[in-house]
T-cell receptor
């Protein structure tokens, strides 16, 4: 059973460009979570999604950030007009429907904004 | 979710048991204790969780005190690859809620 997949693993964007981060959950997992880890800081929750629904986006910045988890395909975290402060590691996790506490994390996408 | 307190860092000799403590004195009756770890620059890894009984799996054992105000994660035979930041998190078991990761304990396994 393949783990959580994230791509790309490394992404470099210039200020003002858009960044798209993809996450494929583990097979059978219908819950997806996105976390951000700034350099030398802890993990911070961003958003929790189920298929076609955003359940909790309390950790998402109000502007420029959006997330989706369509019926088919991976979950996407989109950052528009990136700024240097967006440089971070972005981790996706998934969990089975009845075990939200057992979250399985992907390897992360390291975003660098130049 | 209840707040947890962990020592910022610990050392352990390779091959010995690593005992990582966690205080959660304000834990509620329906809150579980979860342990995760993050090996340098990798995604966090689920280790174990429990409610009030001690738990054991292939990775570790979790000992929860009878009053549930503290717990200990035990890695029975630590290896160099167990060097990581270990997070103790208390929350209700639910369909899906975010985890609040504190600073954790940085465990260094020494040769």
């Amino acid at each position: 059973n393949a783990g959580v997949m994230q791509n790309p693993r490394h992404l470099v964007r210039r200020r003002g460009q858009e960044a798209r981060l993809r996450c494929s959950p583990m097979k059978g997992h219908s819950h997806v979570y996105w976390y951000r880890q700034l350099p030398e800081e802890g993990l911070k929750f961003m958003v929790y999604l189920q298929k076609e629904n955003i359940i909790d986006e309390s950790g998402m910045p109000k502007e420029r950030f959006s997330a989706e988890f369509p019926k088919e395909g991976p979950s996407i975290l989109r950052i528009q007009q990136v700024v240097r402060g967006d440089s971070a590691a972005y981790f996706c996790a998934s969990s089975p429907p009845s075990k939200g506490g057992e979250q399985y994390f992907g390897p992360g996408t390291r975003l660098t904004v130049t | 979710d209840a707040k947890t307190t962990q020592p910022p860092s610990m050392d352990c000799a390779e091959g010995r048991a690593a005992n990582l403590p966690c205080n959660h004195s304000t834990i509620s009756g329906n809150e579980y204790v979860y342990w995760y770890r993050q090996i340098h620059s990798q995604g966090p890894q689920y280790i174990i969780h429990g409610l009030k009984n001690n738990e054991t799996n292939e990775m570790a054992s979790l000992i929860i005190t009878e009053d549930r105000k503290s717990s200990t994660l035990i890695l029975p035979h630590a290896t160099l690859r167990d060097t990581a930041v270990y997070y103790c998190i208390v929350r209700v078991e639910n369909y899906g809620q975010n985890f609040v990761f504190g600073p954790g304990t940085r465990l260094s396994v020494l040769p």
